[in-house]
T-cell receptor, first 110, second 115 residues
Framework: GEDVEQSLFLSVREGDSSVINCTYTDSSSTYLYWYKQEPGAGLQLLTYIFSNMDMKQDQRLTVLLNKKDKHLSLRIADTQTGDSAIYFCAVDNYGQNFVFGPGTRLSVLP | NAGVTQTPKFQVLKTGQSMTLQCAQDMNHNSMYWYRQDPGMGLRLIYYSASEGTTDKGEVPNGYNVSRLNKREFSLRLESAAPSQTSVYFC??????????????FGPGTRLTVL
């Protein structure tokens, strides 16, 4: 089945850029997603990218997709303390369900 | 529009006890899901329901049962709780687009401890 991998931790200084990486095994997903989980809460959709695109920009967020290498990344510009959260990469499993990565815990240091 | 609601928010059980986690959504979605979240393992799918009256096993179904009571409600039952089921449980529902992206909406979670 589909496998989605992420590094578990990332620590950055406030004001720096954060880059969270994700790799996946099955390239059939039409859309790929980034979800954010704040402490004590459920996940919320942060952004997504269509598989025919290689980049999508949404304010401080930039998503890069390399289909050949099956690599997805999320860049957060000017990272703030409010960005501290767990970020999940997800792919659509043939329209049945999403497969989530293990999540990357982003810590933003003042 | 409450989105996805879950009850209870917290629960402590003794080994062998049973309980049902309740979930409801008011977005008229066909698909609903139950996940468990454990540190370092992300979200693992327990069961899902593609439509009212249907349920399917996910990655980790053992020790759980589900009921899709109607389009709104999808419950998760632990018949005989074990310490390995200590986790945070999330219910979700999903949009049904075939022409655009889909979004999963998550409930706030149930934090379950089994002693």
């Amino acid at each position: 089945g589909e496998d989605v991998e992420q590094s578990l931790f990332l620590s950055v200084r406030e004001g720096d850029s954060s880059v969270i990486n994700c790799t996946y095994t099955d390239s059939s997903s039409t859309y790929l997603y980034w979800y954010k989980q704040e402490p004590g809460a459920g996940l919320q959709l942060l952004t997504y990218i269509f598989s025919n695109m290689d980049m999508k920009q949404d304010q401080r967020l930039t998503v890069l997709l390399n289909k050949k290498d099956k690599h997805l990344s999320l860049r957060i510009a000017d990272t703030q303390t409010g960005d501290s959260a767990i970020y999940f990469c997800a792919v659509d499993n043939y329209g049945q369900n999403f497969v989530f990565g293990p999540g990357t815990r982003l810590s933003v240091l003042p | 529009n409450a989105g996805v609601t879950q009850t209870p928010k917290f629960q402590v059980l003794k080994t062998g006890q049973s309980m049902t986690l309740q979930c409801a959504q008011d977005m008229n979605h066909n698909s609903m899901y139950w996940y468990r979240q454990d540190p370092g393992m992300g979200l693992r799918l327990i069961y899902y329901s593609a439509s009212e009256g249907t349920t399917d096993k996910g990655e980790v179904p053992n020790g759980y049962n589900v009921s899709r009571l109607n389009k709104r409600e999808f419950s998760l039952r632990l018949e005989s709780a074990a310490p390995s089921q200590t986790s945070v449980y999330f219910c979700a529902s999903r949009t049904d687009s075939t022409f655009s992206y889909n979004e999963q909406f998550f409930g706030p979670g149930t934090r379950l401890t089994v002693l």
